[in-house]
């Protein structure tokens, strides 16, 4: 399908930080080929009027575990370690494949209302998570989370191997898979080996939380006399491109080393703020050039999965902790949702700005509401003022996937059902 966008302001993201006002998006099949004045010689299917809507690339969300939408107030107000270890882990361990697909069916909703049209996923039964992508239409990165456990080392990794092999580049293209090792305190030196080793063997990328916590860091030094960050890189980890969650509790040799080796750094400010896991020196790994992406983490410790409120969260947070009003402005929090994330998971080329030749990933949000006038500047309205409910129009692959907040591709209502019923069951359990 050919599709005009005509009319519309767009917010490209492609470095330039220039804003085009009234103005046409053509896209033909899957692609962006041509911005600017109406043209007569392309042939036209569809036409969308933005009039009173901003065009934004759709948005990345670099690290969630969507599955966990189940657990969303079931476990809150708790530490990390209490939340994981006595309420999440035990009731996960009932976790069945039927569960996972309904409440990351859920998730796609959710993140689809709100503009999110790519996602990196690390958690279980993650072919589930697969056979709704490919139901839903939207672009996401499939990484089964392995945590060491003594006689299934082999299992997780074949599993892996297995979930590479049925999956990596289908969707037309629209799904991927990396290797994604939970973290250095659940996994073995050893066993991160073994890890690297699978990611070389399938030559894909990384996805690890990585300092999220003072006690994990602590630890850390205690046992091994040196960071995190600095022990996977020992073991060769970063000669892999690396999604590396959370990244806390850092310091400058340790920003130094992801620097070095471009590793791609998510923020996760509500779930870091909700967890008390602390601030990340956003600000200064972006001055040291690093390319930092943005997520959500799962709706358990969030509790939602809507990217205007981290991209919020990201623009303000750091100027408080800094005592600095320009700490990562409004433009580089939408960096961070956009062609950051999309450089993250090796997608840039495709995807994280409005660019002809670029796919047709394209968000159109509705700027006619009182909370966003008077409109002096519609970058600082997109980070500080514009909600996940703004979002209009969602297209994927030049695929209309939600128009004017009607969901294409999926049954709302029934998911909803299936999910709840889901998610009881398994608390009973």
């Given at each position: 399908?050919?599709?005009?966008?005509?009319?519309?302001?767009?917010?490209?993201?492609?470095?330039?930080?220039?804003?085009?006002k009234?103005?046409?998006?053509?896209?033909?099949?899957?692609?962006?080929?041509?911005?600017?004045?109406?043209?007569?010689?392309?042939?036209?299917?569809?036409?969308?009027?933005?009039?009173?809507?901003?065009?934004?690339?759709?948005?990345?969300?670099?690290?969630?575990?969507?599955?966990?939408?189940?657990?969303?107030?079931?476990?809150?107000?708790?530490?990390?370690?209490?939340?994981?270890?006595?309420?999440?882990?035990?009731?996960?361990?009932?976790?069945?494949?039927?569960?996972?697909?309904?409440?990351?069916?859920?998730?796609?909703?959710?993140?689809?209302?709100?503009?999110?049209?790519?996602?990196?996923?690390?958690?279980?039964?993650?072919?589930?998570?697969?056979?709704?992508?490919?139901?839903?239409?939207?672009?996401?990165?499939?990484?089964?989370?392995?945590?060491?456990?003594?006689?299934?080392?082999e299992?997780?990794?074949?599993?892996?191997?297995?979930?590479?092999?049925?999956?990596?580049?289908?969707?037309?293209?629209?799904?991927?898979?990396?290797?994604?090792?939970?973290?250095?305190?659940?996994?073995?030196?050893?066993?991160?080996?073994?890890?690297?080793?699978?990611?070389?063997e399938?030559n894909?990328?990384?996805?690890?939380?990585?300092?999220?916590?003072?006690?994990?860091?602590?630890?850390?030094?205690?046992?091994?006399?040196?960071?995190?960050?600095?022990?996977?890189?020992?073991?060769?980890?970063?000669?892999?491109?690396?999604?590396?969650?959370?990244?806390?509790?850092?310091?400058?040799?340790?920003?130094?080393i992801?620097?070095?080796?471009?590793?791609?750094?998510?923020?996760n400010?509500?779930?870091?703020?909700?967890?008390a896991?602390?601030?990340a020196?956003?600000?200064?790994?972006?001055?040291?050039?690093?390319?930092?992406?943005?997520?959500?983490?799962?709706?358990?410790?969030?509790?939602?999965?809507?990217?205007?409120?981290?991209?919020?969260?990201?623009?303000?947070?750091?100027?408080?902790?800094?005592?600095?009003?320009?700490?990562?402005?409004?433009?580089?929090?939408?960096?961070?949702?956009?062609?950051?994330?999309?450089?993250?998971?090796?997608?840039?080329k495709?995807?994280?700005?409005?660019?002809?030749?670029?796919?047709?990933?394209?968000?159109?949000?509705?700027?006619?509401?009182?909370?966003?006038?008077?409109?002096?500047?519609?970058?600082?309205?997109?980070?500080?003022?514009?909600?996940?409910?703004?979002?209009?129009?969602?297209?994927?692959?030049?695929?209309?996937?939600?128009?004017?907040?009607?969901?294409?591709?999926?049954?709302?209502?029934?998911?909803?059902?299936?999910?709840?019923?889901?998610?009881?069951?398994?608390?009973n359990?």
């Open positions: 399908m050919n599709l005009l966008i005509k009319n519309v302001t767009i917010v490209p993201m492609d470095g330039k930080e220039e804003v085009c009234d103005t046409n998006i053509y896209v033909e099949e899957d692609k962006i080929i041509h911005i600017g004045e109406l043209r007569g010689d392309i042939k036209v299917d569809r036409i969308i009027n933005g009039k009173n809507k901003v065009a934004i690339p759709g948005l990345v969300n670099a690290h969630t575990h969507i599955g966990m939408s189940l657990f969303r107030n079931y476990a809150d107000d708790l530490p990390l370690h209490e939340w994981l270890t006595q309420k999440i882990w035990p009731a996960e361990a009932k976790l069945t494949a039927e569960d996972v697909y309904w409440g990351s069916l859920l998730s796609m909703v959710e993140m689809i209302q709100s503009g999110t049209t790519t996602f990196c996923d690390m958690y279980f039964f993650m072919d589930e998570v697969g056979r709704g992508l490919e139901e839903a239409g939207i672009r996401g990165v499939l990484t089964r989370g392995l945590i060491e456990e003594k006689g299934k080392e299992e997780k990794l074949n599993d892996t191997r297995n979930l590479y092999k049925d999956w990596n580049g289908r969707g037309d293209g629209r799904i991927k898979v990396m290797v994604s090792p939970h973290a250095p305190y659940t996994c073995s030196a050893a066993y991160l080996e073994r890890i690297i080793d699978l990611a070389k399938l894909t990328g990384i996805h690890i939380h990585l300092s999220e916590t003072k006690k994990e860091v602590e630890d850390s030094f205690k046992e091994l006399h040196k960071s995190p960050i600095k022990h996977v890189y020992d073991l060769g980890l970063f000669k892999l491109p690396t999604v590396a969650a959370h990244c806390v509790h850092v310091d400058d040799d340790d920003i130094e992801l620097k070095e080796n471009n590793v791609s750094p998510v923020n400010p509500s779930s870091n703020l909700k967890l896991s602390g601030f020196p956003i600000d200064k790994m972006l001055k040291k050039g690093i390319n930092v992406a943005l997520g959500t983490d799962g709706s358990s410790s969030n509790n939602n999965l809507n990217m205007f409120e981290e991209i919020h969260l990201a623009s303000i947070v750091n100027k408080a902790v800094n005592m600095d009003a320009i700490s990562v402005p409004a433009i580089s929090a939408l960096e961070m949702a956009t062609i950051n994330g999309a450089k993250a998971l090796l997608w840039d495709e995807i994280g700005s409005i660019e002809v030749g670029k796919k047709a990933d394209i968000v159109l949000m509705d700027m006619d509401k009182p909370h966003l006038y008077p409109l002096h500047n519609i970058v600082s309205s997109l980070a500080y003022s514009v909600q996940g409910s703004d979002v209009d129009t969602v297209i994927v692959d030049g695929n209309i996937i939600m128009e004017n907040r009607e969901i294409k591709t999926l049954d709302v209502e029934k998911i909803i059902y299936n999910a709840d019923k889901a998610s009881k069951n398994l608390i359990r």
